[in-house]
């Protein structure tokens, strides 16, 4: 399903030693200070993102000063002095906020790459499979990516298909199936001398493999995604998953044992297809999903609901291709993108229907639209009964996919989490923070000493309206300063 690596982003730019305002384009390298040269932001507010966005404590007028790519210091001007020598960019105004993580994403071409930076993004847990094509590992600049693989299944998409001691164990046949637990225990260490930081645990796993894998995973510093469809959600919940996938998945936690069991031999014909009926067509007020919500919320697993795959069949969408950063990306490498001139999906008629009247074919395809409207309904308004019981959330876009856009649905992913009900400080938290205080990747998520200098200076509180997330005047990435509007100017 997929395959990355790691790849840091290198990307250009600090300029101009001295007292400045934020500059609208980088300087050239002749006037660029020296490597060691700090940076300075001086003035600006930086918004407390900690304690799962429920903690306010946002320090105004603040000091920040980042030095090899590291933050190295954050306080008051009275407590903390600015270096001799340094840049300093005054943000006086403006608010600091951590850049933007999407948990779940290809990234696919130069276009996504810049389209990500532009709109924040500057980490992504990327995935190379068969709907988000293959990585661009010569993307620069480019966003980190953290590197995902499947586990304990054959998949033609994994790290490991190009080995060659894994080539004809991977390979799938029709469809995925489990792979022995001898073979599990040496492709989880195989894939971790990789570099491998996220595991994908899939459809076809059952539950004493699942057990296995995150117990493992977790002793080895790995952090897991929960997929099931073989594995009872319940199953993979109490083992400890640091992540359950997709808003149009783990409603599957609210079956009977009677339509869970046979999916162990079935999941993908038409056990799961019942399965899903079940789950979709259950009343958001039914009181097993009231008891799973509670269930999920009481254990470590957070949500990774991914809307923005869903964004374009419920109500109040809007026509992404009107974004600027949409300019950079290209419909063919997208699986399923929206319609340029309408923003609305296609919902493409079988082959037989190609000689019927125009009429009966336009009839057609506005029926299958009100199903996917209405199926993506069932969906929001089960996941509305799911915050109810306040369970911890990740914001990640599933990106090229459904409609899903680079950069731009992360935008869309937090003004979902929002109409769900969470504050905009909350949802700011599930891109940033939330990743450090499930994950354990301390490295980023805050502007705080020790973590990794991606930072976003934004011209608005994003705490009093998540849409200020996106009134990005600065960029920083690694400690360099990048020149946004640059990054709209992709040489095809």
């Not at 069932?378 to 306040?390: M, Q």
């Not at 599930?430 to 973590?451: D, V």
Request: glycine share 8%; proline share 7%.
């Amino acid at each position: 399903m997929q395959s990355l690596r790691f790849v840091p982003a290198w990307v250009c730019g600090l300029a101009l030693a001295g007292a400045l305002c934020w500059p609208q384009a980088p300087p050239s390298s002749a006037s660029r200070p020296s490597a060691s040269t700090p940076l300075v932001l001086a003035g600006g507010t930086v918004v407390d993102v900690s304690d799962w966005g429920r903690s306010a404590k946002d320090l105004q007028d603040a000091i920040v000063v980042v030095s090899d790519g590291r933050i190295v210091a954050v306080g008051s001007r009275t407590d903390v002095p600015i270096p001799k020598g340094a840049w300093v960019i005054d943000c006086t105004g403006k608010y600091l906020i951590p850049g933007l993580v999407d948990g779940f994403a290809g990234m696919n071409s130069q276009g996504q790459a810049n389209a990500n930076l532009y709109m924040g993004v500057t980490t992504v847990v990327a995935s190379a499979d068969d709907r988000r094509g293959h990585l661009d590992f010569a993307a620069n600049p480019s966003p980190h990516l953290y590197l995902l693989d499947s586990i304990g299944t054959t998949d033609n998409w994994s790290l490991l298909i190009g080995h060659r001691e894994w080539t004809a164990k991977l390979k799938e046949g029709a469809h995925p199936v489990e792979l022995s637990p001898e073979d599990t225990a040496r492709q989880l260490n195989d894939t971790a001398r990789l570099g491998t930081r996220v595991l994908w645990l899939g459809w076809d796993l059952t539950a004493a493999n699942t057990q296995w894998i995150v117990a493992h995973a977790h002793q080895m510093g790995l952090v897991t995604y929960g997929e099931f469809i073989s594995t009872p959600y319940r199953v993979g919940i109490e083992a400890g998953v640091d992540a359950l996938l997709h808003m149009s998945r783990y409603e599957l936690g609210v079956i009977p044992d009677e339509l869970q069991r046979p999916l162990a031999e079935d999941a993908y014909g038409a056990a799961a297809n019942t399965a899903y009926d079940y789950s979709q067509q259950l009343p958001p007020t039914d009181l097993h999903l009231r008891a799973y919500a509670r269930f999920v919320a009481a254990h470590h697993a957070t949500l990774m609901p991914t809307f923005s795959l869903y964004y374009q069949s419920l109500p109040g969408h809007r026509n992404l291709w009107h974004e600027p950063a949409a300019a950079l990306l290209n419909p063919v490498n997208m699986f399923h993108p929206p319609d340029r001139a309408t923003g609305e999906l296609d919902y493409p008629l079988p082959t037989w229907t190609r000689h019927l009247p125009g009429s009966a074919l336009r009839w057609m395809e506005e029926g299958q639209r009100k199903k996917a409207d209405q199926a993506a309904m069932r969906l929001w308004n089960i996941n509305e009964s799911i915050y109810a019981a306040h369970p911890h959330y990740l914001a990640a876009t599933g990106a090229p996919v459904f409609g899903s856009m680079p950069g731009i649905s992360m935008h869309i992913e937090l003004e979902m989490m929002v109409r769900l009900g969470l504050s905009a400080r909350e949802a700011l938290a599930a891109a940033t923070n939330n990743y450090s205080m499930q994950f354990g990747w301390n490295e980023l998520g805050l502007i705080a000493p020790g973590r990794r200098a991606d930072i976003l200076v934004v011209d608005g509180d994003p705490t009093a309206n998540i849409w200020n997330a996106r009134r990005i005047s600065g960029l920083i990435v690694d400690g360099n300063v990048l020149d946004r509007e640059a990054l709209l100017k992709l040489r095809r």
